[in-house]
Structures are given as structure tokens and as C-alpha cells.
DNA sequence: CGGGGACTTGATACTGTTCAATTTCCGTGG
DNA sequence: CCACGGAAATTGAACAGTATCAAGTCCCCG
């Protein structure tokens, strides 16, 4: 973890860091990215425990996290609350924020992060005219929708055990698809934080945790975690309920 | 419920069934709006239990519900089954299929319903020229986003009663929006769809909803449903769990 | 090095599920 | 129009899974 940033939210010029790692995945031509580059974009840093916004604030741009770990949580007026996702590098935040204008959840750093802001205004001005930077757009908001989609399945169905699984399994995917290692990674967040956006109590994210330890299905120490046996967590995901049918 | 068609899934001509509805509740010039009437679009009936699109059917088109109700569902590999929302008329379904050109969710009608085909390309296209409509779109996609994480803090941190009470509110919400009564409607799905809403068992459904009428909170008469106390019910939502702080 | 939050673990309580037995409702065919 | 049959819904009793409460340990940050 860097140290580097002593004060928190400064601004730092940045010319090269535009609208294009926004579209890393997709497919443009050169001179589709050379009038990407001409969206200036102001790179941030955060430091851990930093608000990137929060919610109730006006919305102006979306955010394209460059480096670090983020959360969003929504806070429910009764004191209710749920951490709605855990971002990291190449994630886009701020879509929900759309629809009204308003940021309807906070998005809190993990650790310290750098994010580059995306002007809204801009990012629609440009994609009326670069196609294929509309369809990126639209397939981003989409695939947010089916991500949530895939946790009100997990929240709604699935056992303690199964949504710890497919929780490690996906944070594994994403270390590895950013190159990192897919068996042996830091969690960047408490138990608690686990805990609200499993739908599960910070005690029984413990349990489960000590409970796959024992069964060798994977090795903690503290918020360092180790998959040992990736075939039997995947299949534990996979399992249906064994009293069902 | 009308009994007036005799065949399944069949095209109706429809000329002055555009885009325009997708549109109503944003403002749109004259000018503007005589411009969505160009986007031919197809109004197509179903009868109840007809599939609109199938998970892993190709996308290419968005559909407006113009009459009727449908709900949403993902089935897991294994059997799990999550009904992922309930639309009716004026909605939008299909956005989830954006991201990967394909439905990962099946969309069924739960009653005889009407719907307008969207096609997708030309939404783009001509969203490309009117900004008011690429803007208006946007704010569909994200509306979804933060509907699903409101399902996320329901499955994550309600109760069974406080689930239900959440759903039977919504529902009065959005039949009040379209004219009708909100205090008594009637159910348009089953208590098994219900509870893989909520992500609880048809029984507990049933008996929480059992144990709304003898709290006289509602009247329950099988799927036809009265609210009595809406501030009781408003309270429910709002409660946190007793035991909590 | 000290302090406090984070984590673990145990005992107990409680919410919701599971299984099972009826009853009710509704669409279909006679 | 009524009778029938199957799906939907209700209700009860036992059980399972997770939450709650509590105590103590660990570890990280300042």
C-alpha cells in the first residue's frame, strides 16, 4: 500500500488520463481514441477512509478507478444500512447517480486510490458522435444491472457458506483478470463490510471463514486469504440446497 | 382481464405505437417527439404465461409494457430460481440483455399483456440525434440500477414482515402512479413468486400475510388484496430490527 | 508501546424453512 | 352451467441456520 499522498483529495494535472482507460475493453480506432483524449479529465487520490461522494450530492461525472479499493453503501434513513459493492481498478462508479441527478449511495476508499473523473455532460456530448463509445456506455450501465442481479440472487437463495464462496470466487476473478494473483490475495475490507453486502451478521462471516479454514478449502490470517481448493468452492456455489427436490 | 385474443404472441400494426411512449415521462418538444414517431415499432399481445424472450435468446430489442404484467426471473444452472422484479405497464424490460447481446433473464407475462418492441440499434441511432431522448434513456438504465439496490437492502436486512410490507407498499405505490386504487388491487402472481422476490419460502409468505389480516394491517381475499393502515405498514419498512443498537 | 477497533469463539434465542396434511380456488371439459 | 382435477394457498409441528449477546484475543495504527 502507498503512502505517497499526504493530503487528501488534491488534484493532480494529468493529460493522458482521459476518457480512455474508460474504454479499455472495447473496441476503438486510433482516431476514435485520439477524440477520447481530447475529454480533459481531473485524476484524484484518495486516502483510505476518504469519500469519493456521498450520498445526497448533486451528480456532475462518474468516476474510473485507476488504482485502489472502494466501496458504496447506501444508508437507509432508520440507520439500516448496505454495502452495495466493492470496486477496484477499471470499475466505473457513480451510474446509480444518474436516474436523479443525485448520488443515491456514499463511495467510501478501501485503501488509498487514485480515480479519474468523467464529466457526464461530456461523456454523452462525445458518445452522440463516437458510436461505439455510446455502446460502451450503454453495455457498463448494463452490466452493473446484471451484477445486481446476480447478488439479489445470491442474497435471495443461498446459504451462508455459499454466498461466502462466491464472494472469494469473484474477488479472485477480478484479482486475476488485473493480473494479480487469483489464489492468494489481501481483503480490503472489515468482516462487518463483508457481512452487509452478503446479508449476513460480521459473526458469521467470522464462523465460515474459521469453518473453510478447517476444512482446508482455504488458509486466513487475519485479512490475508489463500484459496486452497478452488474446485470445491466453486462447487459449493454450484450446490443447490441438499434438501431441495 | 380481457379474453380477446385467441392466439398467442401475434403482430399488431401499430403506427402511432412508437418510441413516443418510452418516452412520456420526459419533456420533449413538439419538434422532438414528431421525430421518435419515426422509429417504426411492433405492439405485440401475449397471453398469460407466454415467455417474451428466454434467457440466452439474442437481444435486440427493448420492450415497453403498453398493457398488462410481467415478471422477470434468472434461473441458476442448479435449479435456483430468483424472480428479479415484477413490471407493469409504462416499464421498460430488457436492459440486462445490453451488456452481452443476449438475455440473461426470462421475461413471462402473468397476465394478458401488450408490449412495444424497441429496437435497439435504431434507439441508439436516434438517441445519437436527440439528446433529450439519449438522456432520458440514461436515466431508465440507471433507475433500474438504483431499483435493484433497494432490492439489495431489502434481501440483505429485512425481515419477512418487513419484506412484505416493502412489496405490498411499492406495488400500491406504482398502481396509484397509473391511476388505480392503492389500497386494494389485486396480486398478479403467485405466493411462490412472491417469496423469490423476497428471498423467503411461499409458506412464510403465506403466513406472514395471514398474520398482516389478523393484526388488521390488511384483507387478504386470495390474490386480492386491501391495505387498511398504511401507516402501520410504512412503519414496518421503516423499523430496524428491535434487538438492533 | 499503548489503546482501540477488528476479529474469534461460545452459548443461547429466534426467525424462517422444511415436511406434511388439508382446504380453497380456478380453469377446463363434459 | 356445473362438476372435476390439479395447482395454489393455508396451517401446524419439528427443525435448521443465522442472529444475538457476551467474553476474550489479536492486531494495527498512531
Redesign the pocket.
Known sequence: ?QKAFTVAPKQIACSNCSLREFCLSADFTQAELLQLETVTSIKRAYR?GDYLYHSGAKFTSLYAIRSGFFKTQVLHENGREQVTGFQMAGEIIGLDAISTDTHTCDAVALEDSEVCELPFDQLEELSRKLPALQRHLHKIMSSEIVRDQGIMLLLGS??????LAAFLLNLSQRFAARGYSAIAFK?R???????SYL????????????YF?ESDLVE?????IELLDMSRLLGLVGQQ????F
Open positions: 500500500m483510505r443461498m446459504r451462508a457458506e455459499e454466498r481483503l475490507m472489515t468482516r462487518q463490510e463483508i457481512g446479508g449476513l451478521k460480521l459473526e458469521t462471516v467470522s464462523r465460515t471463514l474459521s479454514q486466513v490470517h487475519g485479512k490475508s440446497r441438499s434438501t431441495q
